[in-house]
């Protein structure tokens, strides 16, 4: 109990906020390479030439599969980004599965400018996150299987497992540079 007050402390001292917003992209999309021999357009990351897409540049295989959450947080992240999708840089869009041991814990981590959507599929989650300043309020809610939830982009979230029981929950979120979400 102790640690969980503390981190709900930790969390009213780092809440604070920079407005913006961010243009859409101009073109279709931007499969990334790190080679920019054949490349057309840059953004971030160098673009493959548009003609040479192919289906698995917008592929990821293995969602499926549960995280080892044998570490000291009790959870595990399996991202679905720029880096394991090439096709979705500079669509401002990624996916994660989290896989939670009993009582693991997902860091405290903020979410520049990125809302998210949490769907738990399996077990239940303690989640919530705290409003921006100056109010800084902390806007929690215990979910079951097949619940979703959002943290609006600015907030402080932190998903925590509630009960002694594994869950896994799926986050969807939408942000300028899908390849810094490593934590939905
Ligand atoms: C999970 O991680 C732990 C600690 O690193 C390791 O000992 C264990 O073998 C891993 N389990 C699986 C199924 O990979």
């Known amino acids: 109990m102790g640690s969980k007050y503390l981190v709900a402390l930790t969390l009213f001292a780092l809440a604070s906020f920079v407005l913006a917003s961010d243009p859409s992209p101009l073109q279709d999309f931007c499969v990334a390479i790190d080679e920019p021999k054949d490349a057309v357009f840059v953004n971030g990351k160098f673009c493959k030439d548009p003609m040479l897409a192919k289906a ?20 595990m992240v399996t991202p679905a980004n720029v880096v394991q999708i090439p096709g979705l840089n500079t669509l401002g869009i990624s996916l994660v599965r989290i896989d939670y041991a009993p009582y693991g814990l997902n860091a405290p981590h903020t979410h520049p400018r990125a809302t998210e959507i949490l769907q738990v599929v399996k077990g239940s989650l303690y989640v919530g996150f705290v409003t921006s300043n100056p109010e800084n309020r902390l806007i929690t809610k215990v979910l079951y299987e097949g619940d979703g939830f959002v943290f609006p982009g600015w907030s402080y979230p932190l998903p925590i497992q509630y009960r002694e029981i594994s869950g896994c929950c799926f986050c969807c979120s939408k942000q300028p540079e899908p390849w810094f979400d490593y934590y939905c």
Do not use: A, I
Request: no cysteine; charged share 15%; glycine share 16%.
């Open 56 to 75: 698995d540049d917008f592929f990821l295989r293995g969602l499926n599969v549960p995280g080892n959450t044998s570490n000291q947080v009790g959870s």
